[in-house]
């Protein structure tokens, strides 16, 4: 009987173990994805974030990433390190204009069509691609001709590298045009049209890439995704790339540190300049400003500091205020949209310093124009201790005092100065309110 048993429970631990054999290729050959989530300008802090992404998913030998992307473009360099990044990643890299109301606009289409699968949310858009001029304008003449011509060239060597449309990539970037995911994907422009992520790749099951250079069969249907964000630095850095932060961090610091030089000891304006400049330092980096822009701005800051110390009726205040306006209008003029100062802004900044600065000096002219208040019939009001002696600390200074109504003067009482005879002998009334000293 126990042999019996014994061969029952030996028979059933390999019933088990079989079944765990066979379980085990099937669990670990479920596919893992990489979702990353893009919804930012494109610019040097996103652009690294992104890439060093997409290089994580190859180390942690990923099946494929997925750029969920919704972004209305940005600097043309960092574009281009993310697209050169997608077309040598050593696996297949998926964008996904997700999740509805996405729209992948400007630099967000080179990084489209340079993935291996192009899929869009069906309620997104992709296009408006057309070059703009530095400051915001539109570009002409044969300027327009090279950098037009050059940009439409590039996108279609991506859309035809993935034999995708290699007609819409110039209307995009010759006219602007912008399609919804219907329309994308009916003219071949788009992969693949899905809800959500989880469906998009059970449609992509068995999908080969079209590129000859990088070919691959893609099987996720039913992959463990796992979802990044960009983390609090590059939030932070991407919010501090902005032409109008950068000029607010940059005015701030340069007044902090004047403070400070003319305050010394406060320490904190200072402390808090120092931060502020540093990080306008840092967006200048990312963000080469006009060296003209920025001499303007220090002659206008310093023209605006040396009128509240000299005496030009503010002659100067306003050649500051004109070269601090002009300066910052031109600062980052070398940069495209969204990279541009706007307009308000300028107004606005040149509007709440004028008002400061006619506020100082009206309060100086002001306190000019005031009769000197010096001698001792300023003490006639002021409230004085009676102290030991007959005299009364007013003031911080010792009097010789008598008092108005004929009563002797007790040490410790609280009395106000009514008059100053001539011999410098104050007259004061107690005001019977005894204060222990």
């Not at 390999?14 to 989530?37: D, F, I, N, Q, T």
């Not at 996904?96 to 291996?116: E, F, K, T």
């Not at 463990?224 to 950068?246: H, M, Y």
Request: charge should be positive.
């Amino acid at each position: 009987m126990k042999v019996a048993v014994w061969r029952g429970f030996l028979a059933s631990l390999g019933v088990a173990a079989g079944a765990l054999a066979l379980a085990a290729p099937a669990l670990a050959a479920r596919p893992r994805v990489l979702a990353v989530k893009f919804a930012l300008d494109v610019n040097p802090p996103t652009a690294d974030y992104l890439k060093s992404e997409i290089d994580h998913a190859a180390r942690a030998r990923y099946d494929a990433v997925v750029i969920l992307l919704d972004t209305p473009g940005g600097l043309s360099d960092s574009m281009r390190s993310i697209y050169q990044k997608e077309l040598q990643s050593k696996l297949p890299v998926i964008v996904y204009v997700s999740p509805n109301g996405a729209r992948a606009a400007s630099a967000g289409v080179w990084i489209a069509q340079a993935a291996d699968v192009l899929a869009m949310s069906p309620v997104s858009n992709i296009g408006s691609s057309t070059p703009v001029a530095a400051g915001g304008g539109s570009i002409t003449g044969d300027e327009r001709n090279k950098v037009v011509n050059d940009a439409a060239a590039s996108l279609t060597a991506l859309a035809r590298a993935h034999r995708r449309n290699t007609v819409w990539p110039g209307n995009a970037v010759r006219a602007a045009s912008n399609l919804t995911a219907t329309e994308a994907l009916r003219m071949h422009v788009v992969d693949a049209i899905a809800p959500d992520l989880p469906t998009l790749l059970r449609q992509l099951d068995g999908y080969r890439t079209k590129d000859p250079q990088r070919p691959f069969t893609l099987h996720l249907a039913g992959a463990q995704i796992d979802t990044v964000s960009p983390g609090f630095l590059t939030k932070l850095l991407d919010t501090i790339i902005d032409p109008n932060l950068i000029s607010l961090l940059f005015l701030a610091g340069i007044a902090g540190l004047v403070f400070e030089v003319l305050h010394p000891g406060v320490v904190l304006p200072g402390a808090l300049g120092a931060v502020a400049l540093i990080a306008a330092l840092y967006g200048f980096a990312v963000l080469t400003p006009s060296w003209g822009g920025l001499v303007l701005v220090l002659l206008g800051l310093t023209l605006l500091v040396v009128d509240l110390h000299a005496v030009t009726h503010g002659a100067l205040t306003v050649g500051g205020l004109v070269a601090l306006g002009f300066g910052l209008a031109l600062l980052f003029q070398n940069q495209s949209a969204p990279y541009r100062i706007d307009t308000w802004l300028v107004v606005g900044i040149g509007t709440t310093v004028a008002a400061l600065w006619a506020l100082a000096i009206g309060k100086g002219l002001a306190a000019r124009r005031r009769p000197v208040a010096v001698g001792a019939h300023t003490l006639v009001g002021a409230r004085g201790l009676v102290r030991p002696g007959g005299v009364v600390s007013v003031r911080g200074e010792l009097w010789s005092a008598r008092s108005s109504t004929g009563e002797p003067l007790v040490p410790g009482d609280e009395v106000v100065v009514e008059s100053v005879e001539r011999s410098l002998t104050l007259v004061v009334r107690p005001l019977r309110t005894r204060v222990h000293a």
